[in-house]
């Protein structure tokens, strides 16, 4: 008996999903150039005519993409033409939403990266995961953190991002406990996901 393949009933997998396959390609409304959806920000138009940024590409109706590189470039101009809706407008506190949209994200990833068990937290169980070579994805420390013990375990790290958190108990929010300063994410794709996210954040934000 010959067995037929079973046909694909997965649904496509979106841009910040650890389980996609290929990457979308969208149009920049600015440069006009093909684009991964990791490199694009997706805009929404509502039904009273007002422009919000979708970081997380859920919001309801017609999307324009906007490459995060060129961010700074935009004028409500770029989305009249691109809705092609004269009425547009585009909110003066854009960038607010958008950074808010981004620290949910990211506290959001680090919540489950600790349900996962995918979190080392804690001076002493950092340097201890370091010293013994185990695989480490990222480094995350609390907001203006600038102890010794920052310094020493930066100096065990090699070729391995580091990231601050922007608000002062961010990492607590974050991982349901007090004084959380110190954080090892393991590698894996939630933590491909995690740097993604500060990294868009820090090209947004980068005086933050």
Known sequence: MV??????????KTPHDPGRIRPRVRQCLITRERLDEAQLLRFA???EHVV????????????VWV??????????GHFRRGFKDNAATLSNNWQESLIGQIDRQISGTLSLLNRKGDIIRG???VMSHLRDGRPTGAYVTSADNTSDSRQKIIARLDDVPVFSMTEKNGLDQA???????HVIVKPGDLCLNLVQHFENRARIAPNE
């Open 3 to 12: 067995m037929k393949p079973q046909k694909q009933t997965n649904k496509p």
């Open 45 to 47: 138009l509502s039904p």
């Open 52 to 63: 919000t940024p979708d970081y997380n590409r859920k919001l309801p109706g017609r999307g």
């Open 67 to 76: 490459g995060l590189a060129q961010l700074d470039k935009l004028t409500v």
């Open 123 to 125: 001076f002493e169980a």
């Open 175 to 181: 991982l349901g406990q007090e004084n959380m300063t």
